[in-house]
């Protein structure tokens, strides 16, 4: 009996047609409608438009790629990992998060330690958290000493989005790190976390640590916690000589005394 191929896949057919369309604009609409369709039998006609001579083709080919997120197409998009531009580079590194799997997570941490543009680097770290793999945990680690402020950032909201033994360890080591930016990335992801494990340390952050960013971010991660045991500590940080520390630690008492009102 021979099978009828279904609307979508006849639907499919018929915009990938438009791929090669002479007008760029309309191959970029024609990539854009086959990613929002998602099917995997689309990725061959998009990974041949890679190569597009019109950036915003390439740039939607690639995005296509990352919504129909199926692992097929990474070998593909190997190739726009060394292309000229970075915004190509910076969109290849998010569909590669998208995808996920440990080619992704390869590929990425190649874009991380070697390309030149902070953009694409802050691009790949992002994506090395939303793929949520302890794989991604040691380059994620690494890049908390990276020179950029956004990517020390988000190297610690990505170790959160892991949330794994292992991510929480390495966040309270770097705690004890001596660049201020690393302690209160950290500090702040510990928060995201809200593990009752952490909050030890940051209740030495907030008594002890001398950046007052630092001793922000610990009374804001108690708050979010919300545990009872950290109320003497905050009340102690009423009393800080930085007004932002101050501020969140009142902040954070309000949301731990709302928390057992409720109970």
Same mark, same amino acid.
């Given at each position: 009996?021979?099978?009828?191929?279904?609307?979508?896949?006849?639907?499919?057919?018929?915009?990938?047609?438009?791929?090669?369309?002479?007008?760029?604009?309309?191959?970029?609409?024609?990539?854009?409608?086959?990613?929002?369709?998602?099917?995997?039998?689309?990725?061959?006609?998009?990974?041949?438009?890679?190569?597009?001579?019109?950036?915003?083709?390439?740039?939607?080919?690639?995005?296509?790629?990352?919504?129909?997120?199926? #692992?097929?197409?990474?070998?593909?998009?190997?190739?726009?990992?060394?292309? *000229?531009?970075?915004?190509?580079?910076?969109?290849?590194?998010?569909?590669?998060?998208?995808?996920?799997?440990?080619?992704?997570?390869?590929?990425?941490?190649?874009?991380?330690?070697?390309?030149?543009?902070?953009?694409?680097?802050?691009?790949?770290?992002?994506?090395?958290?939303?793929?949520? *793999?302890?794989?991604?945990?040691?380059?994620?680690?690494?890049?908390?000493?990276?020179?950029?402020?956004?990517?020390?950032?988000?190297?610690?909201?990505?170790?959160?989005?892991?949330?794994?033994?292992?991510?929480?360890?390495?966040?309270?080591?770097?705690?004890? &790190?001596?660049?201020?930016?690393?302690?209160? *990335?950290? !500090?702040?992801?510990?928060?995201?976390?809200?593990? #009752?494990?952490?909050?030890?340390?940051?209740?030495?952050?907030?008594?002890?640590?001398?950046?007052?960013?630092?001793?922000?971010?610990?009374?804001?991660?108690?708050?979010?916690?919300?545990?009872? #045991?950290?109320?003497?500590?905050?009340?102690?940080?009423?009393?800080? &000589?930085?007004?932002?520390?101050?501020?969140? @630690?009142?902040? @954070?008492?309000?949301?731990?005394? *709302?928390?057992? !009102?409720?109970?």
């Amino acid at each position: 009996m021979i099978q009828t191929p279904s609307y979508t896949q006849i639907a499919i057919s018929a915009i990938a047609k438009k791929l090669d369309d002479n007008h760029p604009e309309i191959r970029a609409k024609a990539a854009e409608s086959l990613g929002k369709i998602g099917e995997e039998t689309a990725i061959p006609a998009l990974a041949n438009h890679l190569d597009d001579s019109h950036i915003n083709v390439r740039l939607k080919v690639i995005q296509a790629l990352g919504k129909i997120s199926s #692992e097929v197409a990474i070998p593909k998009l190997v190739s726009t990992l060394t292309d *000229s531009n970075p915004t190509i580079r910076t969109a290849t590194a998010e569909a590669l998060g998208q995808i996920g799997g440990t080619q992704a997570i390869l590929h990425l941490i190649e874009l991380l330690n070697h390309d030149p543009e902070p953009s694409v680097r802050l691009s790949a770290v992002q994506s090395l958290g939303k793929t949520c *793999s302890e794989d991604a945990v040691p380059p994620l680690v690494n890049s908390l000493k990276d020179k950029d402020i956004q990517i020390v950032y988000f190297a610690g909201h990505g170790l959160a989005q892991i949330n794994s033994e292992k991510s929480i360890k390495a966040l309270i080591k770097a705690l004890e &790190e001596p660049n201020d930016k690393i302690r209160s *990335s950290a !500090a702040e992801a510990l928060g995201q976390i809200s593990s #009752e494990k952490t909050i030890n340390c940051l209740i030495k952050a907030l008594q002890q640590d001398p950046s007052p960013e630092v001793r922000t971010n610990a009374a804001k991660s108690l708050g979010e916690i919300g545990l009872e #045991e950290a109320i003497p500590a905050l009340i102690n940080a009423l009393s800080d &000589e930085e007004d932002s520390v101050r501020l969140s @630690a009142t902040d @954070a008492i309000g949301k731990i005394g *709302s928390n057992y !009102a409720k109970i």
